[in-house]
T-cell receptor, first 115, second 114 residues
Framework: AQSVAQPEDQVNVAEGNPLTVKCTYS??????LFWYVQYPNRGLQFLLK??????LVKGSYGFEAEFNKSQTSFHLKKPSALVSDSALYFC?????????????FGKGTKLSVKP | AAGVIQSPRHLIKEKRETATLKCYPI?????VYWYQQGPGQDPQFLIS???????DKGSIPDRFSAQQFSDYHSELNMSSLELGDSALYFC?????????????FGPGTRLTVT
C-alpha cells in the first residue's frame, strides 16, 4: 500500500534561515509525490510534484524538493524562510485506482517562521 | 483562472439530520475527488468520479453517497449525521487529458454536527 510519513509535527525556523520539512514514502512501483500547503481555514494549495525526471523539483513561492530514491525521501526545502510561509504542509503520494488516483496524505507538519 | 467551487462554505446540522455538499470542478476537468479532514487530521480520501462514473472508493461510510452529474458537478449526500462527521470536506478536480496528475482543491465545506 502507498503511504507517506512526516516525522515532525512542527518545525520552527527563524526568518531568513533555510527550512526543511521532511517526508518519506513507501510505494509499490514508481512514486508520484506531491507537496501541498494549507493556511488556516483555507483549502489545500499545490506547491510542487515529482513524477519523473530531475530529482530536484522547483515549485511555487520559492519552494523546492529533492527526490531521493535510495532514502525514499521527498523533503521540502526553501533557502530563506518568510514569516508568511507559516502554515501546515502536507506531503502526499498518488494512490492507485480510477483515472488518476486519489492522494494519500501524511499527517502534516506545522511550519512556524519567527521574525 | 477558474477554481473549484464548493457550497455551502459552512453548514451546521444536528445529529441524525442529512446534509448535501456541492462541488463545481474547474471547467473541462473530468475527475472529481472528495476528501474529509477531521480536526487536526490529514485529509482522507472518500470517493472519486471520472466522467460521471464512480472510479474509486476510500473510507466513505455507508451513510454517505455521492454522484457526478452531466454538467460534471458533484454532490456528497450525508445521512444520519453523527457528531464524528464534523469535519472539513474538500472537493478536488483534475484533468486526465492534461496528464499532470495535479489535483486542484476547493476551499472546503466546514460541517458542524451538534
Amino acid at each position: 500500500a502507498q503511504s507517506v510519513a512526516q516525522p515532525e509535527d512542527q518545525v520552527n525556523v527563524a526568518e531568513g534561515n533555510p527550512l526543511t520539512v521532511k517526508c518519506t514514502y513507501s510505494v509499490s512501483g514508481n512514486p508520484y509525490l506531491f507537496w501541498y500547503v494549507q493556511y488556516p481555514n483555507r483549502g489545500l494549495q499545490f506547491l510542487l510534484k515529482y513524477i519523473t525526471g530531475d530529482n530536484l523539483v522547483k515549485g511555487s513561492y520559492g519552494f523546492e524538493a529533492e527526490f531521493n530514491k535510495s532514502q525514499t525521501s521527498f523533503h521540502l526545502k526553501k533557502p530563506s524562510a518568510l514569516v508568511s510561509d507559516s502554515a501546515l504542509y502536507f506531503c502526499a503520494v498518488r494512490g492507485y485506482g480510477g483515472s488518476q488516483g486519489n492522494l494519500i496524505f501524511g499527517k502534516g507538519t506545522k511550519l512556524s517562521v519567527k521574525p | 483562472a477558474a477554481g473549484v467551487i464548493q457550497s455551502p462554505r459552512h453548514l451546521i446540522k444536528e445529529k441524525r439530520e442529512t446534509a448535501t455538499l456541492k462541488c463545481y470542478p474547474i471547467p473541462r476537468h473530468d475527475t472529481v475527488y472528495w476528501y474529509q479532514q477531521g480536526p487536526g487530521q490529514d485529509p482522507q480520501f472518500l470517493i472519486s468520479f471520472y466522467e460521471k462514473m464512480q472510479s474509486d472508493k476510500g473510507s466513505i461510510p455507508d451513510r454517505f453517497s455521492a454522484q457526478q452529474f452531466s454538467d460534471y458537478h458533484s454532490e456528497l449526500n450525508m445521512s444520519s449525521l453523527e457528531l464524528g462527521d464534523s469535519a472539513l470536506y474538500f472537493c478536488a478536480s483534475s484533468s486526465t487529458w492534461a496528464a499532470d496528475y495535479e489535483q486542484y482543491f476547493g476551499p472546503g465545506t466546514r460541517l458542524t454536527v451538534t
